[in-house]
T-cell receptor
């Protein structure tokens, strides 16, 4: 089954700097990789996702890159702002049995952006 | 849009009682809904997957007789925590997915406290 590792667990940056969070996955059959942002006490919100037929996707200050050979994908946030402070989760789909397509989440990265 | 609501947002109950949590997709038909449990500062742990009109699939270690899931319509799934005990206190979050799509949209969560 799928295993998702996420690093770092905490990340502190100065406002305006870039932040990078990395995830690795184990199942080469995985083909969909979302990133969620969760503010304290709130629901996880999808911020960007990528499918395995592309290597990079960008949406304003947020980008995701995918390396299928190495089985890792990364979230890049540029020009960070205090409101980017949250916990970020990566995920990859389960690809076995009746659970096909269900998501396995990384352990999360707590991002703190200091003004 | 893809809005998911959850009710109640917060519940306090006595040990031994049962609690029902509702998850609704407000503007789309959710063929699949998921129930997660999240402990403080931890990741999302999938408890079960429910498909409309069929029995839920539970993850290993989750007691199906304790966490009853019903997905009777394309817009509503319910989770009932039966005979709740203090160790069941947690943040329960549902998510919903359209047919043939991978993206999951999350509800706002229900914070359960069992005294």
């Amino acid at each position: 089954g799928e295993n998702v590792e996420q690093h770092p667990s905490t990340l502190s940056v100065q406002e305006g700097d870039s932040a990078v969070i990395k995830c690795t996955y184990s199942d080469s059959a995985s083909n969909y990789f979302p990133w969620y942002k969760q503010e304290l006490g709130k629901r996880p919100q999808l911020i960007i996702d990528i499918r395995s037929n592309v290597g990079e996707k960008k949406d304003q200050r947020i980008a995701v890159t995918l390396n299928k050979t190495a089985k890792h994908f990364s979230l890049h946030i540029t020009e960070t702002q205090p409101e980017d402070s949250a916990v970020y989760f990566c995920a990859a789909p389960m690809n076995y049995g009746g659970s096909q397509g269900n998501l396995i989440f990384g352990k999360g990265t707590k991002l703190s952006v200091k003004p | 849009g893809a809005v998911v609501s959850q009710h109640p947002s917060r519940v306090i109950c006595k040990s031994g009682t049962s609690v029902k949590i509702e998850c609704r997709s407000l503007d789309f038909q959710a063929t699949t809904m998921f129930w997660y449990r999240q402990f403080p500062k931890q990741s999302l742990m999938l408890m079960a997957t429910s498909n409309e009109g069929s029995k839920a699939t539970y993850e290993q270690g989750v007691e199906k007789d304790k966490f009853l899931i019903n997905h009777a319509s394309l817009t509503l799934s319910t989770l009932t925590v039966t005979s709740a005990h203090p160790e069941d206190s947690s943040f329960y979050i549902c998510s919903a997915r359209r047919l043939y799509q991978e993206t999951q949209y999350f509800g706002p969560g229900t914070r359960l406290l069992v005294l």
